[in-house]
């Protein structure tokens, strides 16, 4: 019956750490002060047993804490891993408590434009526990080591954001557009539904459909040219609606609820499937890819608002990106036309290609729809 | 044992200088808290981890050893997400609140967690100031009229009484009556009354039950102490209500167990009767609990005012580790402590409109006649008594009956007089 007792009384603040990671060129130092009650609870160190924990308890444990500690942090830059090691053990205090302070030092394969920081201390044992991060990137080529940090980014690690990147922005401007042209690519090429949509929209563009009905006969395209030049005109609408909407939502022209964007794009995928098994579309389907890319772009301004837009050159940073979604698209499909072109006349595509891949897209399209619509899991992966 | 007259001249004399030293460079140091250093030496105590007070810690060990060998075990996730809730309550300390919650994670994550689990997260959901999805989970305990409906239904009075709606909070006790035992039924009656218009006759009622509660275990005599108490002090009855607060302070720490909600009551009582010594005796071990770190920092600025230069050196430093405690717990985004933190900036800094804005959020969580008097204070000293409108209004729809609040509505403003 305890249990029922209300205590209105208010507590101290849960278990916090504090890292605060500096990038200087592609050196890493960071100061990472995590208390050290919380130290004790996850690997013991008051090794007498008093409940006391005093420096010397501390001192040996050096070894085990930055083992621990490290073994639950990762810096990866560029996509590469980063070293760190542990210095130094000092001691801080801080409003509840003292805490270990870790000094650290490391180095990076290179001058790292997207860093992505990893974290998963405590939260295992402690559901609550939270991490702040504070980083700072140095101009490599300042003089001074000292100087104020050029651009400073804040995070905040918890059990369901154990990763959080950082794009430089105020680097040099063909950094900046490299990074942004490389995350588009990435966006199109690890994106499931974004590749799925494509698939479907893109299946059909070496045989076409005559006609609305489920048994409308397949006409195969004339050259490979005609082919290439349809796909890449679709794409191409679709790049341009997507960098409209993307560009607005990004600047915050509009802001849309994410819910019923995200359902759309699902739509758009089940209609994309669809579309090959009972054509209700069927020519200039580039108008279905431009209405098509106005939705998926605005499903991915929140990803990439999230990513960190350099405030100073956005316009740069979104064209970077779109142009790198662009790319995606068009490398996607110089891979996959000219095969399927070649094999076009053969019914075999059509048996073993086009009719499952288009089934296939269309089960995913509907799988998603529900999972978003109506909050069901039904263990489809979400893209 | 025989000591040399000069060695311990000697000795008395350097505790002294020390003593002066430290009293003297404590602020110049209290600037430098966040200097990382090496300590020199190996014996320097930096932190309490064995929790010495708390009957439940030796338990809370055992059990955890269990779980990490089983964490998937649900009887032992269940053991030891409750002794952790137990002892997060004694402590005030949400760190065992996270590891409840990690053990239960699993069956967290199910979409029908077993009643106990759901049980178990209401709690960890009120602690956290997440009263709707508490309210949520109750809601579905004591409609589903399982053998955990009784406790839910207890818990989701207190839940009401908290949020300031004792006329809910009355339906639950009333329906509770019958079910479980009268005296904690009577108790949870009267606590709704007590705040909605009948005080007196609440109070004589649990005067009554005293008899029948000795025979009780220790939650429900403390409960019906601090019920009965808290009744007292609104009735302008305070040497009443300090007495069951001593005599509940007693009964708990001879079991070797403590209230924090309970200590900052009694401590907010003797506030109100200028017996800010004693606050300071009574709280004096209690300074890692922010809400009683506050109230001891109130009763020693106030003696510093009336010319104890030392409380003032305290009081300075109490106020500045509450200030940080604040701030960190703000950059983490939790705004768990806004009850304390609007008393702190109206009583320790003299910003009353940063107070008055803490106030009426804190309004918006909870809504328990302390919250009201914070919030009618800041208004008052902010010189915007209109900003408290609602809590008239919540004082005329409950009825509730409280001598300060009473106090603070006669005389909106004083600082506002020509």
Redesign the interface.
Known sequence: MLLLLCTSAQAHKASTSYLHLSVDGGKLDARWDIALRDLDYAIGLDASGDGELDWGEVRRAQARIGAYALSRLAIRSDGRPCTLRLNQLQIVEHGDGNYAVLNLAGACPHTPIALAVRYDLLFDIDALHRGLLKLDFHDAKSSDAHDAADESRAGLFSPQQRELRFIRTQGDALDVFTEYFRAGLAHVWSGLDHMLFLAGLFLPAVLRRQGRRWDSPWIPAPRLGIALRDTALMATAFTIAHAITLTLAATGAFTLPSRPVECAVAATVLFAGLNNLWPMVYRELFWLAGAFGLIHGAAIAGALIELGLPPGGRVWALLAFNLGVEAAQLGVLLVVIPPSFLCRRSPWYRRLVLIPGALLVTLAGLAWLIERGLGIDLGVPLP | MIVPRDVSRRFVRGVFLACTLVCAVSPAALAQ???????A????????????RAPGVLQLRDVREQWLAEPGNYAISLAYA?VA??V??QE????Y???A??AL?PWLDRAQPPPEVL?LRA?LR???KDFSGAMQDLDALVAAAGPESA?AQ??RA??H??QGDPAAALNDCTALDRRIDPL?GGICVNAAQGLSGSAASALAALDQERKTALKA????R??LLATAAGIADRLGQADAALADYADAQALLAAAGTR??????AYADCLLEQHRDAEVVHLLAAGT?????LLRLALAERRLGEAGDASMTVRADEHSA??G??F???R????S??L??EAMYQLALRHDAARALQLAQQDWQQ?R?P?DARIFLRAASVANSPQAAQAVLEWMRRTRLEDVYLEKLTEHPAPGSAP
């Open positions: 808290t966040r200097q990382p250093y090496t300590p030496d190996d014996a320097l105590v930096l932190e309490h981890v064995g929790l010495p409750r809730l137990d997060g309550r005030d300390d949400p760190r609140f996270g590891y919650e990690s994670r049980l709690s009120q602690v956290r406790q207890l818990a207190t839940l009484l908290m904690l275990s220790l939650p429900v403390i409960w209230d924090p909600g309970l200590l900052a890692r609990i922010d809400s009683l580790t509450l940080l405690r701030d960190e717990a950059q983490r985004g939790d768990l402590h009850r304390e909870q328990e302390i």
